[in-house]
Nanobody, 119 residues
């Protein structure tokens, strides 16, 4: 069973930056980041398969997803953070593709890391 280990959450003031990391115990074709706030549905933030990245409109031009295939890792660099970016961020992955977009079903999930952005 594949395990995802996330790190890098924390608290930051608006306008600041954070970098999330996710390492998978085995290669995954698609890796992405989703976030959830209590009382709201989970939403896709960014995902990547190969060299193609997908972003939610709300984070375009502020967040960058990258991967290190040799380490089975994915990273989310979050710049110019806003209070609405606060939430629990989950790394997700899947081995079999059929698309790596945010609207595709991901089969492996991490435990989540907390991101808090204060105004």
């Amino acid at each position: 069973q594949v395990v995802l280990q996330e790190s890098g959450g924390g608290s930051v003031q608006a306008g600041g930056s954070l970098r999330l990391s996710c390492v998978a115990s085995a290669y995954q074709t698609c890796m992405g980041w989703f976030r959830q706030v209590p009382g709201k549905e989970r939403e896709g933030v960014a995902s990547m398969g190969g060299t193609t990245a997908h972003y939610a409109d709300s984070v375009k031009d502020r967040f960058v997803i990258s991967r290190d295939s040799a380490r089975n890792a994915a990273f989310l660099t979050m710049n110019n953070l806003e209070p609405d970016d606060s939430g629990t961020y989950y790394c997700a992955a899947k081995l079999y593709a059929g698309g790596c977009g945010l609207n595709h079903e991901y089969t492996v999930w991490g435990q989540g890391v907390q991101v808090t952005v204060s105004s």
